[in-house]
């Protein structure tokens, strides 16, 4: 079992609608989560972090905590065809810093 | 949000030849930089912890003797690519935290080609 685990995707939606991504890990005691959005050819970059179980929310994007259940996801409201990336969960076990990356969702938004 | 600056972005070069990539946080000082590798429609992988004035430590699997990792300073960690193969052709990446909470800012990263 991979510690962050994500579908491949390609995840296709229509601009305008909601895209809903799942991940799950495999260490309870993992501590922090962080989504991060990586276009082609260029590095990750941060979009959201959520460490309490719960829902979090910053602009179009809402990220959600399941502690108990061992996942997190990621709601992009109002999709836009900029968003068109790979979205990446990662998670922090321990302090330290030490960051473990899922496979990545791949989302295409259509206009 | 923190900047951290990586360069060259792209590299390439002879296999046999040596390649050194740096990172540098430009506006805070980072005690551990992380540098990662990300193989063509792959997710990144931890390849080593640089640690400011002590030896890097290295993930299962990366060849501490081939990837050399040189943290002498709070902003500048330096990962060499000794004898390059076309193997080691990749995208690599470094990050670093300001400390003051755990989210970690990535480098442009370096795309390197071996031919």
């Known amino acids: 079992q991979k510690e962050v685990e994500q579908n491949s995707g390609p995840l296709s939606v229509p601009e305008g609608a909601i895209a809903s991504l799942n991940c799950t890990y495999s260490d309870r005691g993992s501590q922090s989560f962080f989504w991060y959005r990586q276009y082609s050819g260029k590095s990750p970059e941060l979009i959201m972090s959520i460490y309490s179980n719960g829902d979090k929310e910053d602009g179009r994007f809402t990220a959600q905590l399941n502690k108990a259940s061992q996942y997190v996801s990621l709601l992009i409201r109002d999709s836009q065809p900029s968003d068109s990336a790979t979205y990446l969960c990662?998670?922090?076990?321990?302090?330290?810093?030490?960051?473990?990356f899922g496979g990545g969702t791949r989302v295409l938004v259509k206009p | 949000g923190a900047v951290v600056s990586q360069h060259p972005s792209r590299v390439i070069c002879k296999s046999g030849t040596s390649v050194k990539i740096e990172c540098r946080s430009l506006?805070?000082?980072?005690?551990?930089m992380f540098w990662y590798r990300q193989f063509p429609k792959q997710s990144l992988m931890l390849m080593a912890t640089?640690?400011?004035?002590?030896?890097?430590?290295?993930e299962q699997g990366v060849e501490k003797d081939k990837f050399l990792i040189n943290h002498a300073s709070l902003t500048l960690s330096t990962l060499t690519v000794t004898s390059a193969h076309p193997e080691d052709s990749s995208f690599y990446i470094c990050?670093?935290?300001?400390?003051?909470?755990?989210?970690?800012?990535f480098g442009s990263g370096t795309q390197l080609s071996v031919l």
């Open positions: 506006d805070f000082q980072a005690t551990t």
């Open positions: 990662a998670v922090i076990k321990a302090a330290g810093n030490k960051l473990t």
């Open positions: 990050s670093a935290g300001t400390g003051a909470d755990e989210k970690l800012f």
């Open positions: 640089s640690n400011e004035g002590s030896k890097a430590t290295y």
